[in-house]
């Protein structure tokens, strides 16, 4: 199916455990990031990559890591989880200059316990 | 960093009222989006305004790019139940990387039958 897919829908981990949110795109956007969304902070990026094998830090790194072997796929690890990165997180992906946009995949709903 | 200051940041209506809701910024934008985020999905890009001034309508929502570049406006004519959701606005500065779509924290709109 053409789309952005992001899997797993929901994720239950325990702290300390590493986990891995995957993101794939079918349309061979240039561009691909990733979100986080908490009550209070709105939209708080993550990482982005402009194309395979070119990442950059966003707002929010820090416990971080993504990498970017292939354009479609985009996936964002949690090195060691901490309860707080429990949140939702969003993949989006866009063309360079972005006109129209990003389009956003459905979300991961990771809780760290 | 830069922020975008959205407001209300709820709001709690009436079914066939109208909605009003904006965005400014301390910066300039040359590129001003608005989103809604139907519950445990992804945001959809509603309206995209890419010149000082534009008024767009897309069905019953219409949104204007402020004269001086620093806010934005949605307007919902005679809302429904569907309504429902959170729109973020988000701006794009002139000479932009990616990495600088900056998003408003939301708007929460309830609708009452």
């Known amino acids: 199916d053409a789309g952005i897919t992001q899997s797993p829908r929901y994720k239950i981990t325990e702290t300390g455990r590493q986990v891995t949110l995957m993101c794939h795109q079918t349309?061979?956007?240039?561009?691909m990031f990733w979100y986080r969304q908490d009550l209070g902070h709105g939209l708080r990026l993550i990482y982005y990559?402009?194309?395979?094998?070119?990442?950059d830090k966003g707002e929010v790194p820090d416990g971080y890591v993504v990498s970017r072997s292939k354009t479609e796929n985009f996936p964002l690890t949690l090195e060691s989880a901490t309860r707080s990165q429990t949140s939702v997180y969003f993949c989006?992906?866009?063309?360079?200059?972005?006109?129209?946009?990003?389009?956003f995949g459905s979300g991961t709903r990771l809780t760290v316990v | 960093g830069q922020q975008l200051n959205q407001s209300p940041q709820s709001m709690f209506i009436q079914e066939g009222e109208d909605v009003s809701m904006n965005c400014t910024s301390s910066?300039?934008?040359?590129?001003w989006l608005w989103y809604k985020q139907d519950p445990g999905e992804g945001p959809v890009l509603l309206i995209a305004?890419?010149?000082?001034?534009e008024l767009t309508s897309n069905g019953r929502l219409t949104a204007q790019f402020g004269i001086t570049r620093k806010d934005s406006f949605l307007n919902i004519s005679a809302s429904i139940p569907s309504d429902v959701g959170i729109y973020f606005c988000?701006?794009?500065?002139?000479?932009?990387?990616?990495?600088?779509?900056?998003f408003g924290k939301g708007t929460k709109l309830s609708v009452k039958p």
């Open positions: 989006a992906s866009s063309e360079p200059g972005g006109s129209y946009g990003y389009t």
């Open positions: 349309w061979s956007h240039s561009y």
């Open positions: 990559s402009a194309a395979a094998d070119i990442t």
């Open positions: 910066s300039i934008f040359n590129t």
């Open positions: 305004l890419y010149k000082a001034g």
């Open positions: 988000a701006g794009r500065n002139y000479g932009g990387s990616q990495g600088n779509l900056i």
